[in-house]
């Protein structure tokens, strides 16, 4: 079966500095994977995803990831963090087209001015 | 497009009440979920269809039921509502039916806030 593992409950950065939230997997298969972000009282919104093709994936709002088959990493990274990127941030993985969604806990991202 | 549009957002009930909630998706989607959130616990699936007529159960559907009689709607029945099924219950859906498009992610709705008491 499938699972997400996100270690980090809480990261803090500075605006202006890069920031990294980190996602591990693990699949039988072919992994498809995906970040979402959640604004308070609010659904979640998708940021980017990986299914096959080049490692470093972009994504909404300059985000991006890089997906590490041999780490079995696909961590989300910004290179300039702002304010407005606080949120609560979902790794999800599938494994194949044809299966749900796995979620990671979340990891709760607080960008501070 | 609407997306996926769940209905109620909010709901307090009684130990044991039932209640529906709500799910349709305009998207043309042949899959649909039903996942609740609780604090540090992410997402769990309680419920999944691949199609109309066509429903699995996912890691927690123990108090659930749904029903997929159409590709829009995607209802969630609790039949005994107990304070453990206090949460936030999200709707997604993603797979456009054939000749729809390769998209994979998940799209999901707003969520129903639901305490039992």
């Known amino acids: ?113 | 497009n609407a997306g996926v549009t769940q209905t109620p957002k909010f709901r307090i009930l009684k130990i044991g009440q039932s209640m529906t909630l709500q799910c349709t998706q305009d998207m043309n989607h042949n899959y649909m979920y039903w996942y609740r959130q609780d604090p540090g616990m992410g997402l769990k699936l309680i419920y999944y269809s691949v199609g109309a007529g066509i429903t699995d159960k996912g890691e927690v559907p123990n108090g659930y039921n749904v029903s997929r009689s159409t590709t829009e709607d995607f209802p969630l029945r609790l039949e005994l509502a107990a304070p453990s099924q206090t949460s936030v219950y999200f709707c997604a859906s993603s797979f456009p039916r054939v000749g729809g498009g390769q998209n994979t992610e998940a799209f999901f709705g707003q969520g129903t806030r639901l305490t039992v008491v």
């Open chain 1, 1 to 113: 079966a499938q699972s997400v593992a996100q270690p980090e409950d809480q990261v803090n950065v500075a605006e202006g500095n890069p920031l990294t939230v980190k996602c591990t997997y693990s699949v039988s298969g072919n992994p498809y994977l995906f970040w979402y972000v959640q604004y308070p009282n609010r659904g979640l919104q998708f940021l980017l995803k990986y299914i096959t093709g080049d490692n470093l994936v972009k994504g909404s709002y300059g985000f991006e990831a890089e997906f590490n088959k041999s780490q079995t990493s696909f961590h989300l990274k910004k290179p300039s963090a702002l304010v407005s990127d606080s949120a609560l941030y979902f790794c999800a993985v599938r494994d194949g087209r044809n299966t749900p969604l796995v979620f990671g806990k979340g990891t709760r991202l607080s960008v501070i001015a």
